[in-house]
T-cell receptor
């Protein structure tokens, strides 16, 4: 049972380069999320998708775009990477969402370094 | 905006002692309060959660308490073991246009000393 799978696990970019972080879940969950984790700042929500076909901004959306490609997949794109986007990125999913709340299932993270 | 404060940021305890981590939240509409454990190199995993209609919940050596009036909730780990060493995050739900999002605390690094 794979759960939430993120690719790549590690990536080094130069300032100004673009890249897409991929996330897929095999649990038939409705909601999906992208968080970034920085030392001393915990997990901050970048974007989320409460259901297939919808996306909304979180706390720190600037510099990112997302696509909910289908129910399984939710990608995060950096159009022009900046050193401030050096972080560990986590994708998560939940069977619930919208007005209901429940457990988040996290992937193992993608460590991104922007030089 | 909504936020969740978590204390302490680091906590060292002797094996067998208890550990307590505290969080406060700002959104009075929050109704769900999970705790996650993150081991090195892994994603966070849910260890226990509590809903706003319950004051306390226990699962073996871990327990969570909630005080809605004061807007704070705490994680209690008894008889700590070396495998409890990890980073722990609290979270609270926050509403935006009727949709719930999860706001996380800044994390507590727990070290259990053998």
């Amino acid at each position: 049972n794979a759960g939430v799978t993120q690719t790549p696990k590690f990536q080094v970019l130069k300032t100004g380069q673009s890249m897409t972080l991929q996330c897929a879940q095999d649990m038939n969950h409705n909601s999906m999320y992208w968080y970034r984790q920085d030392p001393g700042m915990g997990l901050r929500l970048i974007y989320y998708s409460a259901s297939e076909g919808t996306t909304d901004k979180g706390e720190v959306p600037n510099g990112y775009n997302v696509s909910r490609l289908n129910k399984r997949e939710f990608s995060l794109r950096l159009e022009s990477a900046a050193p401030s986007q050096t972080s560990v990125y986590f994708c998560a999913s939940s069977p619930l969402g919208g007005t209901a709340t429940g457990e988040l299932f996290f992937g193992e993270g993608s460590r991104l370094t922007v030089l | 905006g909504e936020n969740v404060e978590q204390h302490p940021s680091t906590l060292s305890v002797q094996e067998g002692d208890s550990a307590v981590i505290k969080c406060t939240y700002s959104d009075s509409a929050s109704n769900y309060f999970p705790w996650y454990k993150q081991e090195l190199g892994k994603g966070p995993q849910l260890i226990i959660d509590i809903r706003s209609n319950v004051g306390e919940k226990k699962d073996q050596r871990i327990a969570v308490t909630l005080n809605k009036t004061a807007k704070h909730f705490s994680l209690h780990i008894t008889e700590t073991q070396p495998e409890d060493s990890a980073v722990y995050f609290c979270a609270a739900t926050a509403t935006t246009s009727g949709t719930y999002k999860y706001i996380f605390g800044t994390g507590t690094r727990l070290k259990v000393l053998a």
